[in-house]
């Protein structure tokens, strides 16, 4: 009886003594759970980013393409195809290609690797008018011959290098979107691949 005495509370000055350890301890880890949780919330983020169209645009332009048929060097028919050209040109970014650490600790989203833009031109082309004659007649390989003609004149009025270079500023506003959750949680935004040029993230 008089050992049980003595053992309670001795037995309950442990427990308090493991209670204010293990208070103690998790008092100087704070951060501890918030950096874990941060982690997983910006990778989870990241990781839902895919191909993103980043710059659209459209032209169109007619063009008149004029045959003619000599006899003795002279000529005594023609005709032409008039033709509509309308073209779309796309700038992408596949986002599954980026690379980003996540440094936790020192509140940091480092981005390491950036995909090359993905420039996609489609021309359309449309006969708007033909103008045949009895001595030359137009044929479908004509026809072919001058819509290929039109596509190609299509495909290289676009300014590749304009497209790209509007691509990566628009790249960079909608980084600036995407991570807002990312500096809402105070992280710093840090580029080492310097293709992101001036513009603070």
Not at 20 to 28: A, E, K, P, W
Request: glycine content about 2%.
């Amino acid at each position: 009886m008089r050992n049980l005495k003595i053992i309670l509370p001795f037995l309950a000055g442990v427990i308090l003594m493991l209670i204010l350890f293990f208070s103690f301890r998790s008092c100087l880890n704070p951060a501890e759970k918030t950096e874990k949780s941060d982690y997983y919330i910006l990778t989870n983020q990241i990781s839902k980013m895919n191909k993103m169209v980043v710059l659209e645009q459209n032209t169109s332009s007619i063009q008149k393409t004029k045959m003619g048929y000599k006899f003795f060097g002279k000529e005594v028919s023609s005709n032409s195809i008039i033709t509509y050209t309308k073209t779309n040109a796309q700038v992408s970014y596949d986002l599954n290609k980026m690379k980003i650490d996540v440094d936790s600790i020192n509140k940091k989203l480092i981005i390491t690797e950036l995909p090359e833009a993905e420039i996609r031109i489609t021309p359309s082309v449309e006969i708007q008018s033909l103008d045949d004659s009895f001595f030359n007649r137009i044929s479908e390989k004509d026809i072919k011959n001058v819509t290929q003609k039109a596509k190609t004149t299509a495909i290289n009025s676009i300014d590749q290098n304009k497209l790209r270079n509007e691509g990566r500023q628009q790249l960079m506003e909608n980084l600036n979107t995407i991570f807002v959750l990312a500096k809402a949680l105070n992280y710093k935004i840090e580029d080492q691949t310097g293709k992101l040029g001036i513009l603070k993230l």
